[in-house]
């Protein structure tokens, strides 16, 4: 049984198009986070959701939403996407106060 | 600002070597240090946890200390396997925000059978 699960595990768009990247944890947890990975490997915190409500907001682009329809689920929406957006995405969840996080396997976003 | 470092960055071992990775941290206030390990289309998995008042974790073949005064954590790996072949990364919360996590840019190690 996965515990974070992303998907797609690979998306191949052209620029200017919206997808979306869906995360699902099967832990119980009240926390959820989305990392973008960048060339260095260095992951780098976007958005965390507690209890389906925004709690970390990173400077990032407002083409970047994310939405939590409940406690289990944050997905990511990405509008007209760009080449700089080429990536791998993590979603990951943890219980609030703990300092475990738990990784899914990372979707790896390329735009063309 | 906190900033992790990790060396080496990449590490090649013929199977059965006991072998270190090292991390190093600038700011020694943290709550706790984490190591990780990256595996392709696998994601993250969380090996150790190592609180402030702790100096080591040990689970099966690893065994991670913990130098808050230098600043510095050690990974062992007693008696690599190839399956240890993975980036292993490590990890402190940001000071104030501890769900915000700064890591190193990783050790790549490859245990050739």
């Known amino acids: 049984d996965t515990a974070v699960s992303q998907t797609p595990k690979y998306l191949v768009t052209q620029m200017g198009n919206d997808k979306s990247i869906k995360c699902e944890q099967n832990l119980g947890h009240d926390t959820m986070y989305w990392y973008k990975q960048d060339s260095k490997k260095f992951l780098k915190i976007m958005f965390s959701?507690?209890?389906?409500?925004?709690?970390i907001n990173e400077t990032v682009p407002n083409r970047f939403s994310p939405k939590s329809p409940d406690k289990a689920h944050l997905n990511l929406h990405i509008n007209s996407l760009e080449l700089g957006d080429s990536a791998v995405y993590f979603c990951?969840?943890?219980?609030?106060?703990?300092?475990?996080?738990?990784f899914g396997q990372g979707t790896r976003l390329t735009v063309v | 600002k906190q900033e992790v470092t990790q060396i080496p960055a990449a590490l090649s071992v013929p199977e059965g070597e006991n072998l270190v990775l090292n991390c190093s941290f600038t700011?020694?206030?943290?709550?706790?240090l984490q190591w990780f390990r990256q595996d392709p289309g696998k994601g993250l998995t969380s090996l150790l946890l190592?609180?402030?008042s702790q100096r080591e974790q040990t689970s099966g073949r690893l065994n991670a200390s913990l130098d808050k005064s230098s600043g510095r954590s050690t990974l062992y790996i007693a008696a690599s396997q190839p399956g240890d072949s993975a980036t292993y990364l490590c990890?402190?919360?940001?000071?104030?925000?501890?769900?915000?996590?700064?890591w190193g840019l990783g050790t790549s190690l490859a245990v050739n059978p």
């Open positions: 700011d020694s206030a943290i709550y706790n």
């Open positions: 990951a969840s943890s219980q609030k106060g703990a300092r475990w996080a738990f």
């Open positions: 990890a402190v919360p940001n000071a104030g925000n501890n769900r915000k996590l700064i």
């Open positions: 190592i609180q402030s």
């Open positions: 959701y507690n209890n389906k409500e925004l709690i």
